[in-house]
């Protein structure tokens, strides 16, 4: 299974950005699939995870401002990304539980700045 994702940038505090995140290989038992990234001098947080059954769940910093969805016929999740501040910045990661084995994609850096 390999995870690619796409979609970071520098943006302006107040704006918008989506992220992707395509998966390929033998896609079969997902358990969950989610966001979670990493500032400058910060641990990894989760950001957003969505279940196999389409529950989501998201990090109290980003409660209604992000919303995470999923295209199944093209094992894709996306990240929604509005009202974008500074502490937003920091890579965002990618990860999907196939069979309870996690999968990590490489990473894409997203900017808010003015």
């Known amino acids: 299974v390999q995870l690619q994702a796409f979609g970071g940038g520098l943006v302006q505090p107040g704006g918008s950005l989506r992220l992707s995140c395509a998966a390929s290989?033998?896609?079969?038992?997902?358990?969950?699939m989610g966001w979670y990234r990493q500032g400058p001098g910060k641990q990894r947080e989760m950001v957003a995870l969505i279940t196999s059954g389409g529950m989501t769940n998201y990090g109290d910093t980003v409660k209604g401002r992000f919303t995470t969805s999923r295209e199944n016929a093209k094992n894709t999740i996306y990240l929604e990304m509005n009202n974008l501040k500074p502490e937003d910045t920091a890579v965002y990661y990618c990860?999907?539980?196939?069979?309870?084995?996690?999968?990590w994609g490489q990473g894409t850096q997203v900017t808010v700045s003015s």
């Open positions: 990860k999907w539980s196939i069979r309870w084995i996690d999968y």
């Open positions: 290989g033998i896609i079969f038992s997902i358990n969950s």
